[in-house]
């Protein structure tokens, strides 16, 4: 009886599998290839600074042509020179501020914790709950500043990454620069 049932289930296992294996190849669909180009030259971050919900939302716009090559603010004007070489376009960087890396950073003196940051914060990178102060994560946060629109007591502010032993680099010459 046992036995019955652990080649019944190994049979029906394997039927299913082949069905899948063939669907996937004659059902797949094909997709952008200048998407995925320009999806891995964005940050990668999924902050969605750039009004979309996504890095692939953003490469698919740009792809279609619906974006501007100056949507994405973490990118800074590197990124945006890179999307305009690859889409072949005419990119303007006067509108383009050039940031650091940033973090939300939260004053515990003036929190009150009203649980509105958390909840708006797409990377789950804060952490809190009602009536207690709350704690930005670093390693997750993308500095979207959405948690900074909706602090009512304004507690929450971007702050520039403090250089540490483990996030300082040594800044490359340009070429032609005096070293």
Known sequence: MLFAAVVSLTILGTVFGLLLGVAARYLKVEGNPLV???EQLLPGSQCGQCGFPGCTGAAQALADGSAPVTLCPPGGRAVVQLLADK???EADLSGVEEK???IAEVKEEICIGCTRCFKVCPTDAIMGAAQQIHVVFREACTACGKC???????SIKLQAVPVTLQSWYWNKPMAGEAV
């Open 36 to 38: 995925a180009e320009l």
């Open 87 to 89: 889409l072949g376009i």
């Open 100 to 102: 650091g890396p940033m």
């Open 148 to 154: 900074e629109e909706v602090c009512p007591t304004e």
